[in-house]
């Protein structure tokens, strides 16, 4: 366990991204309003949303290991903006400076499998779930925690891709085609469907010495596998404040669990009963935190370069309620209109190309705290 603060590191320090999105780009704008500069690393860094708005960026495989042995000579600490960094990536990178969060953290949120079973350890409920690595699997899992399920890769999949729906009568053998079952390194699991009155998350902030502080639980709306929209706070008649207790309480234990130092985000599911079962973990700033950049004392961006440089981590004191709604493809054309609609903040990622189903941007909307 840590349990030990990180060196502090000053104004004008660098702090090493891995990866180059749009949460790499938020994090990096956070970083230069607190005095540090970004290095990007990616092998896709060239004028992407983070390389854009940072000091320096290096473009080169995930495998390269002079140019990760450069990079990390260059920066005083790394994180990441993408669970999915090669474990033995960050296994290199630590040899030469410090990564937060570190390969053993990588190694449980990048696989649902070693993600399921290290929630189950821990006394937390999830949807029934089985491993299968083949057809007969497929149709095995079904058949045990039908009839409704839906199948997913093991691993990269996200905003519903490697994914294919399974219900009595479906073919498991063209269900496990569909997501690349049979090709080298690709696994699945069988997830059996819950009935569910909403999705929640929560976001926990945790430095290395253990001190943690949580946003309150959102309720998260989706349209076609994408987070349409996040509601903060979840209303009162969706989310009893008991269950936002729960679900606040099982995103800590999750965080101290992994000896997390950054932000973690805990997708959940609360039933009409109230149960909340753990559906999915990311420990990177989320989708469903961007609420934050504009409601609340500290942002999630800000928290993830407070944690990793040793600072104390900011208030999460929410200033406002907020709406949060994706801009997905073609309706980031709608800009105009939405910087002129009063009380709206917009935020884009500096994506040259819209194409169906890649997040563009976002739009905060505030309202009175209830």
């Not at 053993?104 to 990048?110: E, N, R, T």
Request: hydrophobic share 45%; aromatic share 6%.
């Amino acid at each position: 366990m840590t349990g030990k603060p990180l060196p502090r590191l000053a104004p004008g320090s660098t702090i090493g991204m891995l990866g180059a999105g749009q949460l790499g780009r938020m994090t990096a704008l956070a970083a230069a309003q607190l005095g540090y500069k970004t290095h990007v690393y990616a092998p896709d860094a060239a004028d992407s949303p983070a390389a854009q708005v940072s000091a320096a960026s290096t473009v080169a495989d995930w495998d390269d290991l002079e140019a990760l042995e450069r990079f990390a000579r260059s920066v005083d600490v790394v994180t990441l903006e993408w669970e999915n960094v090669p474990v033995a990536t960050a296994e290199h990178l630590r040899r030469f400076t410090n990564l937060h969060p570190g390969p053993d953290v990588l190694s449980v949120a990048q696989d649902r499998i070693a993600e399921k079973s290290f929630v189950n350890r821990l006394g937390i409920a999830t949807a029934p779930w089985r491993a299968a690595g083949s057809a007969e699997e497929v149709a095995r899992a079904l058949t045990e925690i039908g009839p409704r399920c839906v199948l997913k890769s093991t691993r990269l999949g996200y905003d519903g891709k490697g994914q294919a729906r399974l219900e009595a009568g479906s073919d498991p053998a063209a269900a496990w085609a569909a997501i690349g079952g049979g090709k080298p390194g690709v696994e699945g699991i069988v997830e059996g469907f819950v009935t569910f009155a909403c999705e929640v998350s929560v976001i926990v902030a945790r430095s290395a010495d253990g001190a943690m502080t949580a946003y309150p639980a959102v309720e998260n709306r989706h349209k076609d596998g994408i987070l349409d929209v996040t509601i903060a706070p979840a209303a009162p008649d969706k989310v009893s404040a008991e269950t936002a207790a729960e679900a606040d309480r099982i995103a800590r234990r999750i965080a101290e669990a992994l000896d997390l130092v950054g932000v973690l985000a805990v997708e959940m599911f609360v039933t009409a009963d109230g149960a909340v079962l753990v559906n999915e973990m990311a420990p990177r700033p989320h989708n469903s935190g961007h609420w934050t950049m504009d409601a609340c004392a500290t942002s999630q961006f800000e928290q993830l370069v407070r944690a990793v440089c040793g600072l104390p981590l900011g208030s999460v004191e929410r200033v406002a309620d907020a709406e949060m709604t994706n801009l997905i493809g073609d309706d980031v054309l709608r800009w105009p209109e939405l910087l002129a609609e009063p009380g709206a903040r917009l935020h884009l990622y500096g994506k040259a190309e819209a194409r169906p189903g890649r997040k563009m941007g976002h739009v905060n909307r505030l309202f009175s705290r209830r």
